[in-house]
């Protein structure tokens, strides 16, 4: 087991499809500065370098949810203490099944890919998904973004250009297995993707959605979260309501959505909250920026847009 060092809980950061741990790198900075141990182990077989990756994807051929989340249950069990785990889009949904193994000692999924029982199914979604599904021997094989598809997917809300330098640092080809079976999930008895939603005794839960996410809108992580309302664990939802989300993303014909906010200065907004639930209304913007922004935030761990680059 890793050598108690403190009495904070050490940190385990679990990324999603299409990127590596190099998208953790502020979220470490960060939480090693406040006294964590931090650990953002890669999905197996990806423990090469993003350049690497490019050049040998078939590494990640046909990976799937239930061994990447026994490779993090392993991860989980050698720590001296239980674990926060934060995951992000696949990684949120590889919180999910962790938790409801018994393990950690909280979770914090970030625009979590759909568990079992979420028959939402965004046109969004579908559309930053299609890179993969669109031919099933996808699902033996890495599959590359181009980086107009990298994009649309995850920096949406930046110009081209600026989308362009995340894409070549950050960016690798995905497995397309994961994808596949969240797709059939709701079509099988087992899937790879069930969670236990009526876990009483699972640890503590909180689900972050995004304002202007295309991959995991916000409807889709509210839909997550009614999964969890016969469970008397604690479940927390952060973010925009859906439908006021929608409602910024359209603005009216002839109206400006006005100025630029400052990146990783997230605005904050109306409290969206459930009776006997503790949510806290902040727009974390798009998928992939929550990961820098957050990072960067001063008045909380958790939050803030869809840039890497605090």
Known sequence: ?????????????IHGLWLTPRAWEHWIERYTQLGHQVLAPAWPGMEIEVEALRKNPEVMNGLGVTEVADFYETVVREQAQPPIIIGHSFGGLIVQILLDRGLGAAGVAIHPAPIKGVLRLPLSSLRAAL?????PANRTRAVALSPRQFHYAFTNTLTPHESGVIYQRYCVPAPGRPLFQAAAANLRRHPATRVDVSNDTRAPLLLIAGGADH????????????RYRRSRAVTDYQGVRPDAALRRRRPPMGTSRGPRRPLGRPKRRQTYQKPGRH????????????????????????????????
Do not use: S
Request: hydrophobic share 45%; no cysteine; glycine share 12%.
């Open 215 to 226: 991959t995991v809108p916000a409807t889709l992580v509210r839909a997550t979260y009614q």
């Open 1 to 13: 087991m890793t050598e108690d060092t403190g009495t904070k809980p050490p940190i385990i950061l």
């Open 279 to 310: 949510a806290v209304g902040v727009d974390t913007g798009t998928g992939l920026g929550v990961l820098a922004n957050v990072a960067a935030a001063e008045a909380a761990p958790i939050g803030g847009g869809r840039i890497l680059a605090p």
């Open 131 to 135: 890179p993969a599904l669109v031919n």
